[in-house]
């Protein structure tokens, strides 16, 4: 379970530029929720997740993963409890290590010592058949290098990355946002598949407005470092994009102002 409680979290505190990124947040989320998360341009989505990952400190307010305080967490078990995947597909993984080696590397995550890529036969049986859940081929190439591997081929191995070791809170940042459309497709697929089957909880960051009600069992919605909507799963099966643009207008007052929304 994670709880946010009263969190808040302000740039460049009494100065012209002041910014509130976060403003008395709370959340619960319960163990093997997926919850999609949208709103406008600088609501404080990637604050909320930078906060949650335990790489930002709230000013106030705190953060607990299983009623464990995330700040106080060293960072080796921080990255044992929470995966991430990045809008990026160069951030989650090492360009000039193989396949196996990446895989190597998440494997081990979270152990505090005895760090060693060594890729044993038995590991790599096992990387060869998580691999070969992605459907994409890449357990035939084990040990090519990450950096020569295509953007969704390689965000298919973070997400892959990032849930080896079951974590216990799935971060997803706007992670299909740099992808054509057919590779988009396909990560969100294997997304639902993956949190499915490890019945992770997970929390989503997206602009699509289609795919936030579709996928997962919840949905948020932020504006001006607030959660100003939380739709459970029985409202959300049945709303419309349209509706859920007009509740925003009428709680918020204005528009959803959002650069890179994409309504369906
Ligand atoms: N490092 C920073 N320094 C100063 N201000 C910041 C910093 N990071 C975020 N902000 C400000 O905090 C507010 C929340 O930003 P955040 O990036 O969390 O929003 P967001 O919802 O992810 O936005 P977007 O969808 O536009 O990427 C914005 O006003 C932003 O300008």
Not at 46 to 68: A, C, F, Q, Y
Request: some cysteine; proline content about 3%; hydrophobic content about 40%.
């Amino acid at each position: 379970m994670l709880e946010l409680k009263n969190v808040s979290k302000l740039f460049n505190p009494g100065t012209p530029d002041e910014k509130v990124a976060l403003m008395n947040a709370n959340l619960t989320c319960n163990s093997g929720e997926f919850i999609t998360v949208i709103g406008s341009n600088g609501a404080g989505k990637s604050t909320l997740m930078n906060i949650i990952s335990g790489v930002m400190k709230p000013d106030i307010g705190e953060v607990r993963i299983e009623g464990n305080a995330i700040q106080q967490l060293p960072e080796y078990e921080r990255s044992r409890w929470i995966g991430r995947v990045f809008q990026d597909p160069m951030a989650g993984t090492a360009p000039r290590m193989s396949i196996e080696e990446n895989l190597a590397m998440a494997y081990k995550r979270g152990q505090k010592r005895g760090f060693s890529l060594g890729v044993t036969s038995a590991k790599r049986m096992l990387f060869h058949e998580q691999l070969q859940r992605l459907g994409i081929g890449l357990e035939n190439r084990l040990s090519a290098k990450v950096g020569l591997l295509s953007g969704g081929e390689r965000q298919a191995l973070s997400l892959l990355m990032a849930t080896f070791t079951k974590p216990q809170i799935l971060l997803l940042d706007e992670h299909t946002a740099a992808l054509d459309p057919a590779r988009a497709e396909l990560i969100t697929r294997l997304t639902e598949e993956i949190v499915r089957e490890m019945k992770l909880t997970t929390l989503m960051v997206t602009h699509n407005m289609e795919q936030a009600i579709r996928l997962g069992n919840r949905l948020i919605m932020m504006d001006k470092g607030k959660i100003i909507l939380d739709i459970p799963h029985d409202r959300k099966k049945n709303l419309t994009v349209s509706q859920l643009l007009g509740e925003f207008q009428q709680i918020s007052g204005q528009q959803l102002a959002d650069d890179r929304i994409v309504l369906g």
